[in-house]
């Protein structure tokens, strides 16, 4: 690489199943303003712009035209990505080789959703056709209720196992003021009494739908330390995907759906030096849909053995006071704003190892962050984050 790329500016908008109180460009510039007053910059000192956005779950035609303003990137270069539930990590990743192929000292990625202009479960289920996309047409709860059955078979994980994760998620979720769903959940009880969408997949097993933005401002090492005095390495990115759409499947036609988790990390951790991920990784973002999905995370990253994943929940050592805290934020469970959740798991995973996450922050020194994006077509998309030396 050229340069060294450094995370100086980060910022959100709180986020909700509606925010009929603003526009969509109104929404996304909550985000840019917060993260342009977090890095202490104006918008002239950005060079380039960058969004995610799947735009059919919303029906609004080319957005980031719409809000070029509101985005700050009239007269800039940029563009949009749109790789389905990764988005918000791909558009990280044209950040990030901008400014470290030396194209662009400073640029901002900005990842968003409004999910109240549209209907996302009608764009996925519509997206394929009921004879090659047969297990697409199912929607995402089809398809993350089949992969909860399939880690109940394989590990002796039981739903209560699911009910803690979800618990967990609620409890981060609550002591931070972005997140969407602030239930107060007091017990699994609670959880395993919420019904089923799909049997063993129940209501508060998966993630909401939200609205909600949330922007990155990227820059080189030798800018970072003139903008701010807590700038966080991001230190490498890995993308992996499988387009495996075929008739009656959906994920990798060998019936292992985990093929790029495993190799996403597996070339991230080599590249690094990572021998030891459990003790290594010191906090995760994790991507994960579903209860059950973080729990398969956590062996498909090598942060727990294979079949062992559910452990961590049991033993809490994935708690805000564990060995390895895990979705501080609240996780998916908690926030979905699809185009812009991946982009949160990388700025919050940020906030952690500044020691600016607030009353989310891990009771642990976070030096080490892993984060991380999944999408349909089994694409997987990894970032390492490291503290600023």
């Not at 880690?151 to 967990?168: D, F, I, Q």
């Not at 230190?235 to 019936?255: K, L, N, S």
């Amino acid at each position: 690489m050229a340069n060294r790329v450094a995370i100086v500016g980060v910022g959100q908008t709180n986020h909700a199943s509606n925010r009929k109180d603003v526009t969509q460009a109104e929404m996304i510039n909550e985000a840019v303003r917060a993260a342009l007053i977090d890095a202490g910059l104006k918008m002239k000192d950005v060079e380039a712009v960058f969004t995610s956005n799947m735009e059919t779950f919303e029906g609004i035609y080319l957005p980031d035209h719409g809000a070029s303003a509101e985005l700050g990137m009239i007269g800039k270069p940029g563009f949009k990505v749109a790789t389905g539930g990764t988005s918000g990590a791909s558009v990280i990743c044209e950040g990030f080789y901008m400014v470290s192929s030396g194209m662009f000292d400073i640029t901002m990625v900005v990842g968003f959703e409004k999910q109240d202009s549209g209907d996302t479960t009608a764009a996925i289920t519509a997206a394929t056709t009921p004879v090659w996309g047969k297990g697409a047409v199912t929607g995402a709860i089809g398809e993350f209720a089949k992969q909860a059955l399939s880690y109940m078979n394989s590990t002796g994980a039981t739903e209560e196992h699911a009910s803690l994760v979800r618990l967990k998620a609620d409890r981060a979720a609550c002591r931070n003021p972005h997140a969407h769903l602030r239930l107060g959940l007091s017990s699994t009880d609670e959880v395993m009494n919420s019904g089923y969408l799909v049997w063993p997949l129940k209501m508060l097993d998966f993630c909401p739908q939200s609205c909600g933005a949330c922007a990155i401002i990227l820059a080189t090492g030798k800018k970072a330390k003139k903008i701010t005095n807590k700038p966080v390495w991001l230190v490498d990115a890995e993308t992996v995907h499988q387009e495996a759409f075929r008739a009656g499947t959906f994920g990798d036609p060998t019936g292992t759906e985990t093929y790029t988790q495993h190799v996403a990390c597996e070339n991230l951790y080599k590249r690094n030096g990572i021998t030891n991920p459990r003790k290594q990784i010191h906090l995760a973002e994790l991507y994960e849909p579903s209860s059950w999905e973080e729990m398969n995370l956590y062996e498909h990253f090598h942060l727990a053995e294979p079949n062992q994943g559910w452990k961590l929940v049991e033993e809490g050592v994935t708690d805000i006071d564990g060995e390895l805290p895990v979705n501080m934020s609240g996780g998916v469970l908690s926030t979905n704003p699809i185009g812009a959740t991946p982009t949160i798991r990388v700025a919050e995973a940020a906030l952690q190892i500044r020691g600016d996450a607030g009353d989310r922050q891990a009771h642990r020194d976070v030096d080490v962050a892993l984060a991380s994006a999944l999408g349909g077509p089994n694409w997987t998309v990894l970032f390492l984050l490291k503290r600023f030396t």
